[in-house]
């Protein structure tokens, strides 16, 4: 049996599970979704949103990019973004970051040219911004953890000033905004930060450092 097959079959297998458990458990999908959450996450096939928080389906509205960037010209994004909010409802978003993230390590390496080099320099952006604190740490390791916590911190601002949060909050709904980082080695989630409507975006500190 070649991989593409395999897939297929646990996938047979996973949908007979659900229906032994729950024979209503397709009926009530069909309905609508009402997650309660949006994740923007990095699209690392190692950090999977709905395993690692056990979110069952309809739990989580995910959208998932390398290095987790938040790009006010994304337009993918931010209609993510407007329906999560604006039609779903979701007033808990969270920005996820993860250790040894790849495209925040060719950030701070310098990305070559194509695609992916063109994606990345929004995360050599915040490389530049946050360069004296980075280049202080003691190893590549460490620069690049550093920079993974402070492209969370980045990233979340980008959300909290997109049009879909602040019609949110010009609304008066408590929209929260988290910033988190996943640790591979320990399978764990860390909260940097949080954003909320009443938060002076001019005076969001940098992180403290979680992924030593
Ligand atoms: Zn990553």
Redesign the pocket.
Known sequence: MNEIEQLMLYNRAWAVEQIAGDPEYFNRQVNDQTPAFLWIG???SR?APDQLTQAAPGGLFIHRN???LVRPDDGNLMAVMDFAIGSLKIDRIVVC??YG????KSALEGPGPGPLGDWLQHAVKVYDDHRAEIDSMPDSQARSNRLVECNVRDQLLHVADSAPVRAAWAEGRDLVLHGWVYDLRDGLLNSLLEIRRDTDLADVARPDRVLV
């Open positions: 990095c699209s690392d950090v390398i290095a987790n970051g993860h993230c790849g495209g925040i």
